[in-house]
């Protein structure tokens, strides 16, 4: 085909698109907009329960005869408003708007995806309220009762189907890696979810012994990297070349990446359970594989890195750009932590203490969470036509949330390797509580600082939305 006929191919498919957009039902990008929204929202709430959590450690005294306000409850409120209120909401909401941007045409049905996003909150509202009065699982990741399960596989089940009908019905050819990802997640998480939540036995959703450890430590941390790892590697993958303003320094890089984590990931969640009387032949398998997992992380890492190469002003300039690669940062370090925790010698240390908790928090929100508040800061303007409201807080968002997590990061560590030092020299445990004093005030310290990035981000995006200045819709 010809230069001209193509312009003027892609003109006429551009036309189409506009008079799709402008059909009745809700506005485009609804659902995508609702979704960052909430996610900002939940943020806020998610961090405050986890500052509040992390308050009992210094004074467990404060908050006294609030069952709903325990530790037990708070902490297990604050991982799933985190995980599925904010992160996978913010992620989602950006995977709404890239599909349809990167086939060039419009999202399969803008009303089941508005119809989706409520479903989603109402179901992490619920969630969190039930735990915070005690029903629960007691299974993290896990810990949802089941009738709250069945709404969740049904919103997973009915946001698969809207980006795969996206996806048949494109007007682009090619499918762009970021499309890959977002699809595979949610195809991947509609088949793990009812298998971790063990759904088949609605009165426990558990099984018994150490097959229910095994089976909960293959959904838990297939949650991770089959839901969280590729929403964030593909919004990585959408927002780092626009903002380098440069092409992906390699698509076949970026494939191997995709096949690569699904292929190895889903072995390695025995190596939460080193030190319990599981089959050695699983703990060998797990080890390897959390090693092997080099392989789709540094795949991926040195495609993007590769292409941010000699535009790294872009980066500075923009908080969008500064939270996405801070985040494929967060990446690196927390694969390479898990890779070398996933050793028995490390284990003796590291278990049950807060080197673990350390670990946790970069890896749902340094590396997946950086990049979902990156990915939403630069295409909010494309989904609501305005401006962001005040690059300036999108910044001070930044900084607050970099430096309050290195300082939580640092503080758990350190906390964490004390903590395993004493037990492994027979320390009883209340010895070693005043030793963590310190560390656990720090903890609450570098907690206001991201309470308050989650703050101010919000405010800018509910600002953003409703008073931006407005430019025409992407």
Known sequence: MSAEKRVDLEEKLDRELDRDLQS??????????????SGAIWLIVGT????????????????QNVSWLSFGRVRTAHLNIVAFGFLTATLIGVALYCIPA???????????????????????LVGAVTVSMG?????????????????????????????????VFRREKNLYVSVWY????????????????VMWHPKTGSMTGTVDAIWLWFYGHNVIGLLFTPLAVGAAYYVIPRVARAPLYSHTLSIIGFWTLGLIYTHIGTHHLMQAPVPLWLKVIAGIDSFLMLIPVFTVLVNLWMTARGHWVNFFGTAAGKFVFAGTIWYAVVCIQGA?????????????????VGHAHIAVFGFAGMIAIGAAYHILPKVCGRKI??????NLQYWLIFLGLWGMFIALTIGGLVQGNSWLNGESVYRVLPQLTMYSALRVMFAIMIIAGALVGAYNIL????RGERIEAA
């Not at 986890?50 to 005294?61: C, K, N, T, W």
């Not at 803008?110 to 479903?119: H, I, N, S, Y």
């Not at 070398?340 to 673990?356: A, D, E, G, I, K």
């Open 24 to 37: 009745d039902g809700p506005p485009p990008y609804s659902a995508a907009k609702g979704f960052i929204v």
């Open 463 to 466: 600002m953003t939305v409703s």
């Open 48 to 63: 405050t329960w986890g500052f509040i959590g992390a308050l009992e450690y210094v004074a467990p005294d404060l908050i």
């Open 135 to 167: 029903y629960t699982q007691a299974r993290e990741y896990a810990e949802l009762e089941w009738p709250i399960d069945v709404a969740v596989l049904l919103a997973f089940v009915l946001i698969l189907y809207n980006m795969i009908m996206t996806v």
């Open 102 to 124: 990167l086939l060039r045409t419009k999202l399969f049905s803008e009303r089941l995806g508005v119809a989706t996003m409520w479903a989603w909150n109402a179901a992490v």
């Open 182 to 197: 977002f699809v595979g997640a949610i195809l991947w998480t509609s088949m793990v979810y009812p298998l971790g939540n």
């Open 389 to 394: 409201w005040s690059p300036p807080l999108a």
């Open 340 to 356: 070398f925790h996933s050793l028995n010698f490390v284990q003796r240390v590291t278990h049950f203490n807060n080197w673990v």
